[in-house]
């Protein structure tokens, strides 16, 4: 991420083995099921929309969509947007071992 983007209103995370460094994304890889990966989609959200300060106004403008991959190294892709622009270092503070992208492009309606 480059360093002179502070804030977007669209970014994309991209984190690796989210169970190795994230307590909320716990799960038996051996024995995981596509409910596990739902659950750790579903916190991951969450941890965007729900925000640490969002009222229930910014909320509803807050959204994410989000994929789990299987494999040798399960990861999940999220594009996280919201209606005003989102601090990087506040993403950053919440998905510190995963990598952000800023999504070029424009959002037109929410």
């Not at 995981?32 to 965007?48: M, S």
């Not at 506040?90 to 800023?102: D, P, R, V, Y």
Request: net charge positive; charged share 25%.
């Amino acid at each position: 991420m480059s360093e002179t983007v502070s804030a977007s209103r669209a970014f994309l995370i991209t984190s690796n083995n989210p169970k190795k460094h994230y307590a909320w994304a716990e799960f038996d890889c051996a024995v995981a099921t596509k409910e596990d990966y739902q659950r750790v989609l579903i916190e991951a959200i969450a941890l965007h929309v729900e925000g640490k300060t969002a009222c229930a106004e910014v909320r509803k403008k807050n959204g994410a969509l989000a994929a789990f991959e299987e494999g040798n190294c399960p990861h999940f892709h999220m594009l996280v947007v919201a209606a005003s622009p989102i601090k990087f270092k506040a993403l950053q503070a919440k998905f510190n071992h995963s990598e952000i992208s800023l999504c070029a492009g424009r959002l037109t309606r929410l």
